[in-house]
Structure formats: C-alpha cells, structure tokens
C-alpha cells in the first residue's frame, strides 16, 4: 500500500478548518446480553470464556427465537443518556437494521432508528491545556453487538484472501449504547486532542455509573471517528471520512491528527475525499480505504415487530437521576482535595488518562501517591515503550496489591519492578509472581547473617577498616551481599547486620 | 376403523381418565391410523412413532402413581411444522431446513407436553406457511380428506387434515392471514386464532411477527377451547405475549347460549364473490342464531377491502427480515458453489435452492417494500390502513358483541387449480386477514356442505381482542344447533378413507 502523502498539521489548518464527529460504541456490563438470558462477555465475570459458550439460541438466531428486552441495560442506558445531559423518551423503539454478514446470526441487527432513547445532550470536556469545550450530543441509541469473526489464512486477517473463517456468537447481543456527537466546529487544532479527550470523558462517566468495565483494549468502548474538512471561509461541510477500529486513546488523537493532514494533502492536490470507512493501523500509525459509505446504504430499517416499545415511567427516570454520580470535573476537584495532591501531581494523572486507574487503585488499597507513582511512572514509561494505553498493562487490584507488598516490606522497589514485568507479561497477581519467581526480600537475619559472615571472612582487609571505624568501608561487604542476595534483601537491614557482625566476635 | 380414533379430545381425555383407556392404546391406534390413511392424505412431514409412544407410557405410568393431570392428558397431538420441536425435525416445509433437529421446544409444545399431551408428528404446511393450499410445501401436498383431489387450505393443512382423517384429536396451527381458519373451513373442521399475544410465539418459525398467533385445530368447538386453555398465558420468552392471565375457554363453551347475543354481519364480505352454497349456509346458520335468541345486524366495515393489500406489504416486508437467517452459516441447508466460493456466494446458493418460489416471491415483495425511497409508499400506507382496520372494528364491536363471515369464499378448490395464479390464491384469505391485522381473535367451525359440490363450509366468527371467550360461546351454541339438525357431526359425512386405504396398500402407498 502506497504511503498517502501528508500534508504539514499547521500548513493544513492554515488552509481547513477540521470538523470532526464522534461515534462511541459502550458495552454494558450488564450480567446478562442485550435480549437474551445468555451470560454477558462485556461483564468480567464472563470475560474468559470459550468461544461459542455464552450463548442461546437468541444469540444463535435460531428459528423460532424471539428477544426480549434486557430491563437492567435500559436503565443503564437512561442513567448514561441522563449523564450525558440528553433527555430520555418517554417512548422508544427499537428497529431491524437489515444486511447480510456471518458475524450477525439473523441477518439483522435490533438498534434504534429514528426513536432513540436519549437525546440532545452536552458533554463538558476539558483539555490538557486547559480549554473546555461543550460537544453537543445528538443521540444515546441502544442496541446489540455481532459477534467475532477470525479470519484464517491469507496475509492481511481481513476476510478478503482468508482460507476460512470462524465465528464466536460470545459476543452476539452484547448490549451496547452507540453516543453519537453532533458536528463539533471550533476545535481547530486541538481537533484531536478533543476527540482523546472526549473518550476519556465517557469512559470516566461509565465507569463513575458502573455501567460498563469500559476498557478499550476488551473493545468495552470503541470508536469511530468522522473527520472532514472544508476550506477556511466555505459554509458547506467536507466530505467525511468515518476511521474505526481506533481502539486506544493515543490512537484517537493520532487517526485524527493523520486524517487531517491526508485530507488536506489530498485537498490541497485539486483532488476530492471519497466518502468511506478508514481502517486505523496502530502498527504504521495510518489509516487505509475500507468499503466505500454512502448516506445511501440501504438497511430497510422498519421497527422491530417482536419488541413493544420502551416506555419507562417520569419515577423510573427521575429515580436514576437522582442517582447519577457527580460530573466528572466536579469529581476531579473533589479528588484533588482527598488525595492531597499539587497541581502538578494531580494533571500528571489527568493528562495521561489515568484518572480512572489510580482512582480504582486507591480504592483497592493503596495509598494515593503509591498508585499515582505506579501508574504515571513505571507502568506509563512501559506504555510508552509498548505504545500502548497504561490501562491495558495491569489492574488497578494488581497494583495495589503491588504497592501494598512493598509498604509492607515484603518488596523493595528494585524487586516491585521485577514483579510488575509478571503481572505484564501475564505471570498472574503480584503474589503469585513473587511466589513463582522467588522475588520477596529475604527477611530472614540467619540467611542474611550466614552470606555477611562469608564475606567478612573472605575480606579481612575490609572487616579490619570496620573494626577501625572506618564504616564506609562496609560498602563493599553490603554490595557482595546484596549480589549474594541476588538482590532481595533490605540494603540498610544488611548495613546494619554487616556493622553488627563486624564489631562482635 | 378404531373407535378410539373417533373419540373427540374432551372424550378421549375422559376415557383415559377413567382408565377406559390408556394413553398408550390411544397413541398406538392413532399411529396406526396414521400409518393406514397418510400415505393418501400426507398430513405428516414426520411422525414421532417411538416418540410419542414412550411420552404415552410414561404418563401412564405417571398417573398409574397418582399423579393429577388436566382434562387432554395422555390424548395425542399433531403438531404443524412450524413450531420447533426439541428433537423432533423441525422444517416449516422447507428444504432449507431439512435435516434440522431444534435444541428446545417452542413454548406452546412445551405447554402441551407439560399438559400430558402426546406429540404424534409434525403436519404438513405451505412452506414457510405462504400460502392457502399446501401446495406450496417443499414436501408434496396435503390433500384434503372430503375429496383427495382437493386442497385442504393452506398454510395448515397438515393440521386440518390430520384431525379431519381421524388421524389426530387435535393439532396445534398457526394463523398470519387464515392458516388456521381456511382449512378448517375447507375440511369441516374447528380452528381458532387467538388474541395476538394470547399464545406465545416463541419457538414459532417466524413468517410475519405482527400477524403470527398460534392456536388450536380440532373437530370441536369444546376441544378448541381444552387446548386453548393449555397453551394459552403469558411467556417471559415473548414480549408480545399477553401479561394478565386468561378465563377458561372450556367454561365459556359448557355455558353457551346465544340469547340476546349481537351478531353483525360484515357487508363487505357477505357479497356476490361467495361462492352460492358457501353463502346460503352461511345464512340458514345465522338464522338458526336468530331463531334462539341472537340478533343479526348488518355492519359497515369500508376498509376491510384495502386490508388484502396491506397484509400483501406488511407479511411480505417482516417476511424478507424474518427469513434472513436462514443462510446456512448456523443451521439448516448449505450449498456451495462448484469450486468454492465467498461467504457471500454459499449464502446465495444456500437460499437459491432452499427456498421455493412463493417464498422468494415474497423476500423481494418485501426487501422492496422496505426500500429506501419505497417505504412511505408501500410499509408506511399498509400501517396506516391497519389502523383503519382496526377502527373499523373498534366501531363494530361498538355495535355487536361479534362479527360473522363466510371463513372463505369458496369450497376447496382442486389440487393445482390456482397455483399458477398468486393473487387468485391471496383472496382466499380476504375474510380472515382482517383479524390478524387487528390482532382480535376469530373462530371458524362446520356451518355444513355446499349443496352444489357436497364440500365442506365453515362460518367464522371474529371477537374484540382478549375476548375470544365470546367466540366459544357463539361457536359451541352454533356447533349444538347445527349438529341437532345433522343428526351428529359433520365429519360423519365425510368419506370412508379405508378404500383410500386399499388403494395405497395395492400402489404401495402414494
């Protein structure tokens, strides 16, 4: 595939001012799917499990089956529609979205069309700059999600040039809420850092509503990107392009970035953009034609005869808004304060879209500064290197449990790195790293003793510095211990054992 | 011919109460009648031999224990293939799915088995039940008791057949636009569709999901009520599925009495398109109403003509999505192209030879129907004329308690006679359609024989929604009467099959 040639981002917002839209895909957490009694993968207790197991014959499509309305993802979807400022329809439909694929098992897919659920909202949304910006929401739409094809054979894992392929109905009738944003002007060059920011806020808003485990890198939340263009002064809007499988918040910012500046380029040429999806290649940091889209597609929409329509009661509604968190920037500044954090700390967090990870570590156990250090030092550094989202790396259980070891003792901060290399490379809980790798501090003084004595024995020299009252010298016993040791014991636990042991007989 | 065959439900079900007989001696001589007359009639796509005579005996046996059971315990059942059946093979008459064996059982075979019933096959349908004769079945035609060159309606004539050919109690249909009523009209027998949402529609192979009603298909208007009693009651599986329970059926049947009784007849469909022996006997019964107690009233129904054209957009556009699934990826037949092909193109072959043409006649009715441009015009005007519809029976039923009309305007018409003529085949629903777009419940029962053919006639009455117990009440009154002025059943007329017998034994069986 021939590189698309790029236009320079401020040469291209010289020229066009970008206008980009958001479509953001929620899984619910709820216990069971969408329509049907089976288990839901979106919920952690069933995120493991063997392909085609979760299922029904709902799930399946089977002849005869009909859906049924899950009550708990209705009311997970008011109380986000709620939270994203929409109002709620006192009644909405559900509707067949008609086209053919194997992923899909009846060949529909049961959405909502023109009644959705919730409507016409705002999102504040705060930038690493500090600007805020309200996105005007258009619609909160319920709806079920396909299942997963694996492709086999063939160079690309995409369905064209596969020898075969799989279908796992898991994830068939997940429920899903798709957040659809109106046209959102004005952003200029903070295009894509708004389009980070504003996923990070909805995730924020579903994890603070418990909604949904909301971690992208399980596809809980998922984005399209729209991205068009129009030349500085023209009324008329560009012609979009619409980028999916954007499946981290680095990646949102940067398939933006990269749409932009293709576009202009394109623009700029004398050239015109096509209609159409993009695929986002995390690997080249690019993005490539999918299958042309046009406001034609033909789904034969019509609404869902084996559903009647949601109408949930004024009580009901009012119930979950009474419930609804605090907004996330009144919760930020409310955290701020507990935490006993500076500014500086506290945006450290913040901007590395960490708010949620520390927040749900401290509720784990750790102390605030163990799991902002943990989260925005040594796992963020790995991420980077990754390039990857931190959130992906580790629990927020796992890490304070980490930094509970190491208050406790049984880790020195040189082995609590060791130990998260584990818990990454997916060795199981810190506990059950230490264990296997052998990794916790000798806390044992008889060991530490014996190793002290050997190598006072093999330095005399040294030994008579110590006895001379030159404690410096005990360095280089420490360090032949620490090697014995092969590091896990408490360097100032063996000084004061070396300076002991060398000033008795 | 075995006695016990001759049985109704309601008598069957008491005798084996009364240990007279057992569920076992039951379900053998039904099989047997099965094995003797079905060869010429072809009501069964699958019979349930081994099956079905493992559930008799292990209601015997249950009962032999001590255990209660309802008024239908141990009586048999055939049940149109259009309910799926755990381990039964479950078709709706196409080739698409033959082969296929369901995991569950749809909710009213549930019911029945639960109600100590005994599942005897699966009856003969048009495919994917589109369709007034059978013909349209994957499997061959049924061919109707009264007259083997004859249709027996469609879609269930399976079931019609099979309870007219003593071959079954009773059976369980399914009624979209007159798949229960039609052939009931057209063998003499009872067939009710119930309140939409009265019968769950789970495990029902879906044709239109708005129309759809399962219900009961027997030789009585008591056994009618008896099975509606079983299967009817709200289903957590079904949305549309009615939440309040339901008063008993039977009941209303044992109190019937017409007097005082407002009957309206429908003027649209009381008309010179009816066949002349189809009419008069529609007439003589409803003076026979009159005479005890009821009174006649001519009612305007003036969008009940639009209502045949509305269910031609309506069916047809639910149908395209409903029978979307079927492309060989889960379940069901699979053809794949000489030398392999795309997803896409097995899909394609899968449907090109599964279905047959009525079925993709209607698939590209309907995906046109629901086109973008198109669906104001066609989906969006029949929704509209269904709530015309259905003010037009709200005025009625202002006026009358029920609504009576000829089931269909002619008698059976002979194999192969309109299936080249689609739209000659639709107007035989054009009484019974009106019901399934309102969703209110109706009855056809024997009004007697066309004097010009000797074939069978059927009256249909139609009720408010949720109040099918009126149709009961009118229906056993009528059903009494008439049988008074027989001297006995009208299936008592009908023609001995055991030539039929002889013959498929000499031809070895048809």
Redesign the interface.
């Known amino acids: 595939m021939a590189r698309a040639a790029l236009m320079d981002f401020d040469k291209a917002l010289e020229l066009f001012e970008p206008v980009i839209g958001l479509e953001v895909h929620v899984e619910l957490n709820t216990m069971t799917k969408m329509f049907s009694s089976a288990p839901n993968p979106a919920n952690s207790a069933f995120h493991v499990a063997e392909p085609n197991t979760l299922i029904t014959?709902v799930c399946?499509?089977?002849?005869?089956?009909?859906?049924?309305?899950n009550g708990e993802a209705v009311r997970s979807s008011i109380s986000l529609g709620l939270a994203l400022g929409c109002e709620i329809a006192p009644s909405s439909r559900f509707a067949?979205k008609?086209y053919?694929y194997?992923d899909l098992?009846?060949?529909?897919q049961i959405s909502q069309y023109d009644e959705p659920i919730a409507f016409d909202g705002e999102v504040e949304v705060e930038l690493e700059n500090g600007r805020v910006f309200q996105v005007p929401i258009e619609r909160a739409h319920m709806e079920e999600d396909a299942g997963k094809l694996t492709h086999v054979g063939g160079s690309t894992g995409r369905?064209q040039g596969a020898e075969y392929?799989l279908?796992d109905y898991n994830r068939a009738g997940v429920p899903l809420v798709e957040i659809v944003t109106r046209p959102i002007f004005g952003a200029e060059a903070d295009a894509p850092a708004l389009a980070r920011a504003y996923v990070s806020t909805i995730r924020d808003i579903a994890i603070s509503l418990g909604i949904s485990e909301a971690r992208m890198e399980r596809g809980n939340l998922r984005c399209d990107a729209n991205v068009s263009l129009r030349p500085r002064g023209q009324e008329k809007l560009g012609t979009r392009t619409e980028t999916k499988n954007v499946n981290s918040f680095r990646s949102i910012e940067r398939a933006v970035r990269y749409e932009i500046q293709r576009q202009a380029a394109i623009l700029a040429d004398g050239g015109s953009i096509t209609q159409e999806t993009r695929h986002w290649h995390e690997d080249t940091g690019t993005t490539s034609a999918g299958r042309p889209k046009s406001d034609?597609d033909?789904y034969?929409?019509?609404p869902e005869?084996?559903?009647?329509p949601v109408v949930p009661s004024p009580e009901l509604i009012e119930e979950l808004r009474a419930a609804l968190p605090e907004p996330p920037a009144a919760r930020r500044r409310r955290l701020k304060g507990e935490w006993g954090f500076t500014d500086l700390d506290f945006q450290g967090v913040v901007n590395s879209d960490l708010l949620v990870e520390v927040t749900q570590t401290v509720a784990a156990g750790a102390t605030p500064a163990a799991a902002r250090k943990w989260w925005t030092g040594e796992l963020a550094r790995i991420a980077n290197a990754q390039n990857v989202d931190a959130a992906s790396l580790a629990t927020p259980e796992h890490v304070a449990e980490l930094a509970q070891l190491v208050d406790s003792g049984t880790l020195t901060d040189r082995l609590a790195r060791q130990v998260l290399e584990g818990v990454i490379a997916g060795e199981g809980s810190p506990q059950q790293v230490v264990d296997a790798r052998g990794l916790a501090v000798v806390s044992d003084d008889g060991a530490l003793i014996a190793a002290i004595d050997e190598a006072l024995a093999s330095q005399p020299d040294v030994l008579a510095k110590i006895r001379d009252g030159k404690v410096q010298a005990a360095g280089a016993v420490i360090g032949a211990v620490m090697k014995a040791m092969q590091g896990k014991a408490d360097a100032a636990r063996v000084r004061e054992l070396v300076l002991e042991r060398a000033t008795t007989d | 011919m075995s006695e016990i065959i001759r049985l109704t439900a309601a008598e069957l079900g008491a005798k084996i109460a009364a240990g007279e007989v057992s569920s076992v001696e039951a379900t053998r001589a039904h099989l047997d009648r099965i094995a003797s007359v079905d060869g010429a009639v072809h009501a069964f796509l699958h019979v349930n031999d081994e099956g079905a005579l493992a559930a008799a005996a292990d209601v015997d046996r249950r009962r032999a224990a001590g255990e209660a059971f309802g008024p239908l315990a141990g009586v048999p059942i055939a049940i149109k293939d259009v309910?799926?059946t755990e381990g039964m093979p479950?078709t709706?008459g196409s080739r698409i799915?033959e082969g296929?064996i369901?995991?569950?059982d749809?909710t009213p075979v549930r019911l029945v088995r639960e109600a100590g019933m005994i599942p005897l096959g699966k009856t003969n349908m048009d495919e994917f039940a589109m369709g007034s004769s059978t013909e349209h079945s994957a499997y061959g035609p049924t061919h109707n008791p009264w007259d083997l060159d004859r249709i027996p309606g469609g879609s269930g004539g399976g079931s019609a057949a099979s309870v007219a050919a003593f071959e079954a109690p009773l059976a369980l249909g399914s009624d979209t636009g007159g798949s229960i009523r039609q052939p009931a009209h057209v063998t003499g027998t009872v067939g009710v569709k119930p309140t939409y949402g009265a019968v769950s529609?789970?495990?029902?192979?879906?044709l239109?999901?708005?129309l759809d009603q399962i219900g009961p298909v027997t030789r009585t208007v008591l056994d009618a009520a008896l099975l509606q009693d079983v299967i009817a009651g709200h289903d957590?599986?079904?949305?549309?599925s009615i939440p309040e329970a339901w008063p008993s059926m039977a009941d209303a049947v044992r109190r019937a009495d017409v007097a005082g009784v407002r009957i309206g007849v429908v003027k649209q469909l009381d008309s010179g398109g009816v066949q002349a022996g189809v009419r008069s006997r529609f007439h003589e019964s409803l003076a026979l109403l009159e005479r005890n107690g009821a009174e006649i009233v001519e009612i305007d129904a003036p969008n009940f003509e639009y209502a045949i054209a509305a269910y031609y957009l309506i069916l047809p556009?639910?149908a395209?999505?409903n029978l979307?699934?079927?492309?060989s990826?889960?379940?069901g037949l699979r053809v794949t192209p000489e030398g392999g092909g795309t997803?896409?193109q097995v899909?394609a072959a899968s449907r090109e030879a599964g279905f047959g043409p009525e079925v993709k006649r209607r698939i590209i009715l309907g995906?046109y129907a629901?086109?973008?441009g198109y669906?104001d015009a066609y989906?969006g005007s029949a929704q509209k004329v269904r709530t015309l519809v259905q003010r037009d029976f709200e005025n009625a039923f202002a006026k009358v308690d029920v609504l009576a009309t000829p089931t269909a305007p002619t008698t059976a018409f002979k194999l192969g006679e309109k299936l080249d003529d689609p739209l000659a085949m639709y107007l035989n629903d054009v009484a019974t359609i009106p019901a399934n777009l309102a969703g209110v419940p109706g009855i056809s029962l024997p009004a007697g024989l066309a004097p010009e053919d000797g074939l069978p006639v059927g009256i249909q009455f139609l009720a408010p929604a949720r109040q099918d117990a009126r149709l009961y009440n009118v229906g056993a009154a009528l059903e009494r009467l008439l049988e008074a002025e027989w001297g006995g059943p009208l299936l008592n007329r009908a023609p001995d099959l055991s030539s039929h017998e002889m013959a498929a034994a000499e031809e070895g069986v048809i």
């Open positions: 014959p399946l499509g089977l002849p005869g089956s009909l859906p049924v309305v067949r008609n053919f194997p098992a009846k060949n529909y369905i392929s279908v034609a033909d034969r929409y019509f005869p084996d559903l009647l | 309910l799926v479950s709706a799915l296929w369901p995991p569950y749809a529609r789970y495990g029902s192979i879906a239109a999901s708005s957590p599986h079904d949305s549309t556009a639910e395209s999505s979307a699934k079927f492309d990826v889960r379940f997803v896409e899909m995906t629901l086109s973008a669906y989906y």
